[in-house]
């Protein structure tokens, strides 16, 4: 049975990229080193080689060429020196630069195939104009040992300087590389809008988080923690009864004692054999206590206390430590700083810890067409949705820092992009939400600004009805930029449905998980695309969503407990995904 290693290539100087981290840029929902790596799945060995990539799994190896940036050579010869520290080396190797965005399996198997059948010494895919990607090859292992061997020198060398006489060229679809800025922004527009759970994937795991700091837990709602929670005292602190009733020593009946044990109040003495005192929840039990006998199981007769023949035997005392003992984990990282969070670190005596967040985002309505207030002119409209955004923001732990109006202008969004504008983002931003501008006509200039900034492409597009023009970046340095449809239905749609997990990528918090049930009508409202509809409960539990809406405006909310994400071709009875709105 033939074996295959994989050395992939994920350094180099990217020059013609402006230094950019090309293994990094996401295409079609994924980085392109991920391409890459999926495409030699199924080889035995895989090494990426580059600077270090924390993400990669362990069992991905990682190695750097000396020196960093020494060329395809060296970075050859670096990953072969790693897979010769393995038992019995595979008979082909897989070599394949991490910037093609569109590779597939089939293009390694199909190469794999030829090398196997041919007796060639290596084989290299050749894209649609007919030239060689020698990064895009499968070498027998002792012909690359041999030809490495040959090199007086292996740094600054071009790939062609390996390639053997008897190479074979097999034409292969989906091999283009991406060496430019133009390159890499032509592979993303063509590749297909993501599916809403790809969407949340890329955005919970690619954002690069906000930085940690040290915050009062009751001030820092919105935030997640940004390492665990470990407990400063025990809880209970000491053993207490956790019942109103008696504390008593030794077996039935027992002699009612005068002192009675209040929470919070001084202790009572210690009990000898056969002693009892009234004892109240909460309080710290005496010396000698055996266990906590609640009022209900008791007679009291004559200063004595008996147990009543029918009482359960059961021990009322909370015990030191029963919840949590000091230094023991109570909330993990990425727990949502909630209500019951900042409840539970009093109890265990923390009152700050380390924490991303909460997020904090700058509003920017677009479009000449949008007055926030005064008189309507003519062929303008009402801002109907910047109004309510700040509250659907805060909905998802989101603080508004301010809002801002930006007309149709060839480059009004540049300022706001590189922080110059006094009305753009500010250094405590870490999201701008932008409202329009986000799809391909005359007026629409988001698109063209994000490139000219440079900004980290995360979403292109959407596949989801309405929200399909949604654009999601990130600026170098922050901060995160979501580009919203500007219909206000279309944007509190798609708002709802992304805005979880670009907080979960900015804070570390966990993603929740989703509400789900029954769409009792979704043949009703499916189609060929996925769609955000609103929708009222069901008494019998489930959903009944809208078979029509009007983008135009948010009359369609009104009534509605929240949306449902309906999928392509739904039927009835089919559990979707709700997403509630706030009140």
Known sequence: MTTVDAIVLAGGRATRMGGVDKPAIIVGGRPMLTAALEATAGCLRRVVVGPPRPELTSEIGQVQEVPAGAGPVAAVAAGMDALAEHDYPADLVVVLAADLPFLSTGVIDELVAQTTSSGAAAAFATDDSGRA??????????????????????????????????????????VADCDTPEQARAAQAAAPPLPLARARVVLHTEITGIPVREATLAAARGAALAAPLRAGEALPRFDVSAMDGYAVAGSAPWRLRDEIGFAGGERAAGLRNGEAV?????????????????????????????????????????????????????????????????????????????????????????????????PLRSGQTRDSLGPVLPDLLSWHGIETTGRIHLRDTAHG?????????????????????????????????LRGALDRAQARILLHRLWMRPGGSTV????????????????????????????????????????????????HNGAAIAGPVPRIVPARAAEDGGWFGDPNIRTAHLAGLLGREGLVVVPAGATDGDQVEFLALPG
């Open 133 to 174: 990607q020698y990064l895009v090859g499968v070498w027998r292992r002792t012909a690359l040992v041999a030809a490495l061997q040959r090199l007086e020198s292996v740094a600054d060398q071009p790939m062609k300087a390996l390639v053997p006489d008897d190479a074979l060229l097999v034409r292969s679809a989906g």
């Open 278 to 374: 009234r004892i109240a929840t909460g309080a710290h039990i005496p010396d000698g206590t055996d266990t906590v006998v609640r009022d209900e199981y008791v007679r009291l007769d004559n200063g004595v206390v008996h147990r009543l023949p029918d009482a359960p035997v059961r021990d009322d005392v909370r015990r030191r430590g029963e919840d949590w003992l000091p230094g023991d984990v109570v909330a993990a990282a990425g727990t949502p700083v909630s209500s019951a969070l900042i409840s539970v670190a009093a109890s265990a005596e923390i009152t700050a810890h380390q924490v991303r967040g909460p997020v904090r985002a700058r509003i920017v309505m677009t479009g000449d067409e949008i007055r926030a207030d005064g």
């Open 413 to 445: 969004f540049d300022d706001i992009l590189s922080g110059s504008s006094r009305t753009g983002p500010v250094d405590t931003d870490d999201l701008l939400v932008v409202v329009g501008a986000t799809g391909g006509g005359a007026a629409d200039q």
């Open 472 to 519: 999601v970046a990130e600026l170098s340095g922050g901060p995160v930029v979501l580009g919203l449809p500007g219909n206000p239905f279309a944007a509190v749609a798609t708002l709802s449905a992304l805005t979880p997990a670009i907080v979960s990528g900015l804070t570390g918090r966990r993603p929740a998980r989703p509400l789900c049930g029954p769409l």
